[in-house]
């Protein structure tokens, strides 16, 4: 049965040629902010765990490990202001629910061709006001391909929670870069430099800001580059990126099989 989650062909179409697809104002305004307030549970429930996890700092980023959670913090060594949560659903129930909504997993099953499917990762991305950092050009198939068989398989969604705007670093991408698969790292001498794409590797001037509403999502290809700028602005720019993989497979963090209910 297709139903108005299923992708279009035109859908189809472009997310195969682009690399990504938008799905503008999924979400109703009351959803949303009923998910911030999940979300902020979950960052303060991380903030608390920290204190108590393996702290590590890369390129002048603190991050800290308990257990299979990560936590990032903006640069400086000693920010409090979380970044990154990854994963994140087991942190609170409404997020865990918010996983196996049919709005991001029909197009998802799409995508994948299967109609099971499991998790693979989800981060909780935070830019909040004036100090949220950017996030350089890069791929994500490069993180996760020692770690999976089925690297062109792990399709993510983004959920903007707040209005993205260029000014508060919306999510960028380098239209159809998902096409020559894992692309080189730069060689800049810093620890995380080869995560960033060598620049020489794509052409810059393909590139798509994407200024969508809250509540609005993008689906987008693990091979494509993507990235973001700095928030300038006094206004949050939070997301909640989630991707997926095909059924009965481990996630990427606690190896745990996280099939997803079809509902
Ligand atoms: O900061 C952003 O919006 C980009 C997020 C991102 O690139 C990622 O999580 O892989």
């Given at each position: 049965m297709i139903t108005e989650n299923n992708l279009t062909s035109s859908e189809q179409l472009s997310y195969h040629k682009d690399g990504y697809v938008v799905r503008k104002n999924i979400f109703s305004k009351t959803e949303v902010i009923e998910i911030?307030?999940?979300?902020?549970?979950?960052?303060?429930?991380?903030?608390?765990?920290?204190?108590?996890?393996?702290?590590?700092?890369?390129?002048?980023?603190?991050?800290?490990?308990?257990?299979?959670?990560?936590?990032?913090?903006?640069?400086?060594?000693?920010?409090?202001?979380?970044?990154?949560?990854?994963?994140?659903?087991?942190?609170?129930?409404?997020?865990?629910?918010?996983?196996a909504d049919p709005r991001l997993v029909g197009?998802?099953?799409?995508?994948?061709?299967?109609?099971?499917?499991?998790?693979?990762?989800?981060?909780?991305?935070?830019?909040?006001?004036?100090?949220?950092?950017?996030?350089?050009?890069?791929?994500?198939?490069?993180?996760w391909v020692h770690n999976s068989e089925n690297v062109d398989l792990l399709p993510n969604v983004y959920l903007s929670l707040d209005d993205a705007t260029l000014e508060?670093?919306?999510?960028?991408?380098?239209?159809?870069?998902?096409?020559?698969?894992?692309?080189?790292?730069?060689?800049?001498?810093?620890?995380l430099g080869g995560f960033y794409t060598d620049p020489k590797a794509f052409d810059e001037t393909?590139?798509?800001?994407?200024?969508?509403?809250?509540?609005?999502?993008?689906?987008?290809?693990?091979?494509?580059?993507?990235?973001?700028?700095?928030?300038?602005?006094?206004?949050q720019r939070r997301a909640y990126i989630i991707t997926y993989q095909p059924g009965g497979l481990p996630t990427l963090k606690s190896g745990e099989v996280k099939n997803i209910k079809i509902r």
């Open positions: 911030n307030v999940a979300l902020e549970r979950a960052v303060s429930k991380a903030l608390l765990l920290s204190k108590t996890g393996d702290v590590y700092h890369l390129d002048g980023k603190r991050f800290v490990d308990l257990d299979y959670l990560t936590v990032q913090f903006e640069p400086g060594r000693d920010s409090e202001t979380i970044r990154v949560i990854e994963p994140a659903h087991q942190l609170d129930k409404d997020l865990k629910e918010l996983i197009p998802i099953q799409d995508i994948i061709g299967m109609k099971s499917i499991s998790l693979w990762t989800d981060k909780l991305n935070l830019k909040r006001p004036k100090e949220g950092s950017g996030f350089g050009w890069h791929q994500d198939s490069p993180y508060n670093g919306c999510f960028k991408v380098i239209r159809g870069s998902h096409k020559k698969g894992c692309l080189p790292g730069t060689d800049d001498g810093t620890q393909s590139e798509v800001s994407l200024e969508i509403s809250a509540g609005s999502l993008v689906f987008f290809n693990p091979h494509i580059i993507h990235g973001s700028e700095p928030n300038l602005t006094n206004t």
